[in-house]
């Protein structure tokens, strides 16, 4: 028995081997150049802001109503500050601190500390919130008062704007909530 050796390729043609490479590489460049392209085009749609912006929350505010001044419009009207009730989560590792509130249906908004003797308050210039920690805002401890506020009675919500020394601005809505419940 003889081996016979293999017919040679005809001229021009790639090597028996060679064929399957080829094939392959046209194969993948299809996908190859497609995926390159869309890579390209997400770096650019992201770098240009398309992809709008990842921030990380600091503020979670867990709690947010504002009671109603009087069942009544009449005891509404007569009444002319409201308080706040308040949950503020600090979920980083820096301690924080509220400086201020801002809302469309009152023009001051102020700070204060716990009632002191004789059910007396303080304003404040802010109020701490501890690393990883959280605060309770109420008319029984520090709080938000809204001085002479618009009726809002009416509504369901109030926006709020809370501006913080490290966090920036965090907006909520306060729930509108019965008299002197949160």
Known sequence: MTATAPAPAPPGAPARGHGRLA???RAAAAPLISAVLITGLLAVWVTTGGAGT???LRMQIVLAAIPMRGYLPSQARAIHQAPTYLTIRNLTGQPDELLSVRTAIARHVVLTGPPGPRGVRRTVAGLAIPAH???TLS???DDVVLLDPAP???DMTVPLTLVFQHAGRVQVDATVSAPGAP
């Open 23 to 25: 094939e392959a590489t």
């Open 54 to 56: 990842v921030t990380r």
């Open 133 to 135: 920690g959280s605060i």
């Open 139 to 141: 008319p029984l401890s």
């Open 152 to 154: 809002y009675e009416s």
